[in-house]
């Protein structure tokens, strides 16, 4: 069944806002890999404090917390795992992480943990077995995820934007419009590649300079793949191989 150019028009015009929204999130996400950097170094750098600091200070400071109550909140959307710990004095202290692994998910009522303060906000949390989890305020690792963030939208976005104008300015030409479909989900790839890239960095601690290091290589592969399918899309191969593969054999 062939689309009409109306559709095909409405398509990539929605594939050119998700483009621009990509874009401008992974931009976003560019410029806040220096300020995340610099936050992380000065959260590695800063001194044991000599006292219980009365106010937010630069200083570390670890608190001794009983837990009240914890709850992962695996299946219910845009909840966070959470903890309510509790200081000597009584005060409660409401705490979020971005995962529920290691320590949240096997935090139990009136169990002891050591929460690391730092300028006024409990950043890790380690339990009794010595595991320590960044709570949803640490500085550890923000940068990296930043970055890999980045190459995920910018990569994704920028196919999606050559994918979406492509049929445009070639409008009525089936060939371009398959064209540019090729560079669009060879850009769901390229992003795809980044997150699985930052997973890896992320679960086996690999420094910064890992993710372009890894994501590097497979971009290339997956852009020299683009062109190579967008061309044969052009000539008409494409079309003419799945045609091919589609029609009925006779013996």
């Known amino acids: 069944m062939v689309e009409s150019p109306g559709r095909e028009a ?58 009240r109550e914890a709850d992962t909140n695996r299946g219910e959307r845009n909840a966070s795992p959470e903890a309510e710990l509790v200081l000597p004095s009584g005060k409660p202290w409401q705490v979020t992480f971005l995962r529920a692994d290691p320590v949240v998910s096997g935090l139990e009522p009136d169990d002891k943990v050591v929460g690391l303060i730092w300028r006024g906000q409990v950043v890790e949390v380690r339990d009794a077995d010595g595991r320590r989890q960044q709570t949803s305020d640490g500085p550890v690792g923000w940068p990296e995820d930043r970055l890999g963030g980045a190459l995920a939208c910018v990569s994704f976005g920028l196919a999606a934007l050559v994918g979406g104008l492509w049929p445009l300015l ?33 679960a086996n601690g690999w420094p910064m300079w890992a993710i372009p290091a890894i994501w590097g290589p497979l971009a290339l592969v997956t852009l020299a793949s683009a062109t190579a399918f967008a061309i ?20």
């Open 170 to 202: 070639s409008r009525g030409d089936r060939r371009h419009a398959k064209a540019g479909a090729v560079v669009r989900w060879h850009g769901v790839g390229l992003a795809a590649a980044a997150i699985l890239t930052l997973w890896a960095q992320s």
């Open 10 to 67: 409405l398509r990539s015009v929605l594939w050119l806002l998700i483009a621009v929204a990509a874009l401008v999130f992974g931009v976003a996400s560019a410029l806040q890999i220096r300020e995340a950097l610099e936050r992380e170094r000065e959260f590695r750098a800063a001194p044991a404090c000599a006292a219980v600091p009365a106010r937010a200070a630069g200083c570390v400071w670890e608190q001794e917390f009983t837990v």
């Open 232 to 251: 044969a899309a052009v000539r008409g191969d494409l079309g003419e191989a799945v045609s091919r593969e589609t029609q009925p054999r006779t013996t």
